[in-house]
């Protein structure tokens, strides 16, 4: 975020910009990125933000990615100081139900898919074994007696692909560790003002033992949304159902998000990360399937306006941003004219 930062100070000679990491080095900022319970890692990010003395008259915050709906969770849950402006850059404030870079209808993607169901949702499976009726022959094509190390179409080395040697990490750390979790926090919020992305993992350390320890280490795992299965994501849901007071209307939450000046939500409309795209903008799919998908104005969260975002819309604070481009590819000039002269200065 080092180049945000820049520019931003450039054009608006005098400004305090603050760029949080999380962690005790860079190494511990970019796990962070994956692993941590994103509840605790937002108390510590409202914990720097009250004591940091240059942003008590209030600050503008920007939120990159996944950052996008951490920091609208500190608008939420952390009203002072207050955060004034509010941009998110491709986030998914209704959550993901894809992998980055996978088409529908792809065999791997759509066994991942289901994988990242049992994985965000279910705390126990039973494997049963059925000797009767007895098998008498045994025929097996291609099969992996061995086992597997990697994963289909992908190239043996790590440094070919990020994602490939990610999924082979999680897949190691899924199949091994039932019950161990990761000390995590916020992956590098960019605040003004504060940013959250993904990035590389380059180490994992495991120190100890909770109860779902998929929810509570993996990042991603707590944004994922299952419009095949609301019930399910609506009740094992650790963050991303709580924020959107999709289990209970926590009028705090309501109320503190209204405070916002503006709540700008930037699209990438070539996004090839963030599935379904509509997330960027509040939308996603119709419950019960995963083809249609219903705006933010279609959404029940919007009509019973759950959340306060029909009535800051009817505000006029919402702004609904578009770029054609893939997950957060922008230009510096648009950058500086769309966002920073607007809702910066």
Known sequence: MGRIKKMVEERIPGIYVRSLMIGGNIIADEEHGYFGNVNNQVEEV?????????????????????????????????????????????????????????????????????????????????????????????????????????????????????????????????????????????????????????????QITMPHTTPNWIQDSLVQAQYWHDPLHEEDYRNYSIFLADINNEKVVNEEYRSNLKKLENFVMVKFLKDSMVVPTESEWFGFYSPGQDQEILSLQQTELYLEDRLGLKEMDEAGKLKFVSVDGDHLEFSDEWFLQEIVDKYVT
């Not at 179409?153 to 999924?167: A, G, I, K, N």
């Open 46 to 202: 409202c914990q720097k933000l009250s004591n940091d003395p240059e942003l008590q008259g209030g600050y503008h915050a920007m939120g990159f990615s996944q950052g996008g709906q951490f920091l609208r969770t500190v608008a939420e849950r952390c009203p002072e100081p207050a955060m004034r402006n509010l941009i998110t850059f491709g986030g998914q404030h209704q959550g993901i139900f894809g992998l980055p870079n996978c088409p529908s209808g792809n065999a791997l993607c759509e066994e991942m898919r289901r994988l990242l169901n049992l994985g965000a949702y279910i705390k126990r499976a039973v494997a049963e074994r059925c000797p009767n009726p007895s098998m008498k022959n045994l025929v097996t094509l291609g099969g992996q007696h061995e086992g597997v190390f990697g994963l289909p179409s992908c190239p043996s080395s790590p440094s070919e692909s990020r994602l490939c040697e990610y999924v082979r990490k999680l897949l190691n750390y899924g199949s091994y560790v039932s019950n161990e979790s990761f000390d995590g926090g916020l992956h590098n919020p960019f605040l003004l003002t504060t940013h959250w992305e993904l990035s590389d993992i380059i």
